[in-house]
C-alpha cells in the first residue's frame, strides 16, 4: 500500500524515480507516489492541463499536426493504421481531445465529430485550431467518469492518451463511453505502456533498470509548496485494463503494443528511441459494444 494524500500530517519524499507522465514534470514540484482518490485526481489534473497547455501545444503541436491523428509517441497514425475502420459518414466521439487534432482529422475524413475534455485551457487551443484550419470541432468541458451526452448516439468513440491515463476509476469511465456508444460500436484507446510503471521515467538507459513493483498501483502524483495534490498519474496493470473493459460491459478486438520506427530520433518525455528498443511505451485497446 502507498502513503494517502494528508495535509494535516505533512508529506514525505521518499520515493527518488519519476512516474510514467505523458508530458514532462513541472520542476518545482515534488514527485512522489502516493494514495489519492479519483476526485482528487481529476481536480489537481483539471487545474495543471489548465496551467500546462500552452506549453504542451508549444512542445508537441507540431509533432502531432493541427489536422492529424496520432495514437502514441511512436507515432501511430490513424491514416496507416485504421484501427477505427471506416469513419466516413460515422458520428465519433472524442474523449479527452485536448487542442481537438485527432477530431479534425476524422472531420475531414467525413466524420461528425463531438470532442470532450477536462482542461478549458486546452479546448480554447482546440478553439484556436479551428480558427486557423477552418475546421470547426465542436468541444464539450466535461470529465470522462461522467459523459453529459445521450446515450446509444455514438458509432465510434476514440481516445489518443486522452483521459483515461489520468483516470483511476477505469471501470467507471468505460463504462460511460460504452453507454454512449451503440451496439456494436468501436472505442479504441492508446494509454502508457503498464510496463513502462516498473522504470523511471527516463528516455535514457538510466531509464532501463526495473525500480518499482508492476503490482504496485500507488499513483504517480505532484505536490506543491503548500501541500496541494497538483497531478496525479495513476497505474493499471494490463489485467486492470482487461478486467476493467471486460466489466464495462465491452469486449477487447485486439491489442497493439507499437514499436519504436527506425529512424525516429524524437524524444518525447519518457519515450525516445533508446528505451523503445527494449520495452513497449503504448498500449492501444480495439475494444467494441456487443451487437
Ligand atoms: C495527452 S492529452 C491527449 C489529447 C491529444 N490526443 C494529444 O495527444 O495531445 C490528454 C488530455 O486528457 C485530458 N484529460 C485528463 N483527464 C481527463 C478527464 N478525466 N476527462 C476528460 N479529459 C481528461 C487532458 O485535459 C488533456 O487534454
Not at 141 to 146: D, R
Not at 154 to 174: K, N
Not at 224 to 241: I, K, N, V
Amino acid at each position: 500500500m502507498g502513503k494517502t494524500l494528508n495535509p494535516e500530517v505533512g508529506l514525505h519524499l521518499s520515493v527518488p524515480v519519476l512516474g510514467c507522465r505523458y508530458r514532462r514534470p513541472v520542476q518545482t514540484r515534488q514527485p512522489q507516489f502516493l494514495e489519492v482518490s479519483d476526485a482528487q485526481a481529476q481536480a489537481a489534473n483539471r487545474g495543471d492541463w489548465d496551467r500546462e497547455a500552452d506549453s504542451y501545444q508549444a512542445e508537441h503541436g507540431e509533432f502531432l499536426r493541427d489536422t492529424g491523428f496520432l495514437w502514441s509517441p511512436e507515432g501511430v497514425d490513424e491514416a496507416d493504421v485504421r484501427l477505427l475502420g471506416e469513419v466516413a459518414g460515422s458520428r465519433v466521439l472524442e474523449v479527452g481531445s485536448g487542442a481537438g487534432q485527432c477530431s479534425r482529422w476524422l472531420q475531414s475524413n467525413g466524420a461528425e465529430v463531438v470532442a470532450f475534455d477536462l482542461s478549458w485551457r486546452q479546448l480554447q487551443h482546440s478553439r484556436r485550431l479551428d480558427l486557423e484550419t477552418s475546421i470547426d470541432v465542436p468541444t464539450v468541458c466535461a470529465t470522462a467518469t461522467a459523459i453529459p451526452l445521450a446515450a446509444a448516439t455514438f458509432d465510434l468513440a476514440c481516445s489518443a492518451f486522452g483521459a483515461l491515463p489520468f483516470i483511476l476509476d477505469i471501470e467507471r469511465a468505460l463504462t460511460e463511453v460504452g453507454r454512449v456508444l451503440r451496439p456494436g460500436g468501436r472505442f479504441v484507446f492508446s494509454v502508457v505502456h503498464p510496463l513502462r510503471w516498473v522504470f523511471p521515467d527516463d528516455p535514457t538507459e538510466a531509464g532501463l533498470t526495473a525500480a518499482r513493483s508492476y503490482f504496485d498501483r500507488t499513483p504517480y502524483v505532484e505536490i506543491d509548496d503548500e501541500g496541494s495534490l497538483t497531478y496525479a498519474e495513476p497505474h493499471h496493470t494490463l489485467g486492470d485494463w482487461i478486467s476493467a473493459i471486460g466489466a464495462a460491459g465491452l469486449t477487447v478486438e485486439r491489442l497493439v503494443e507499437p514499436e519504436w520506427p527506425p529512424g525516429q530520433d524524437r524524444v518525447w518525455g519518457g519515450w525516445g528511441p533508446v528505451r523503445g528498443a527494449f520495452v513497449p511505451g503504448t498500449a492501444i485497446f480495439v475494444t467494441r459494444q456487443p451487437d
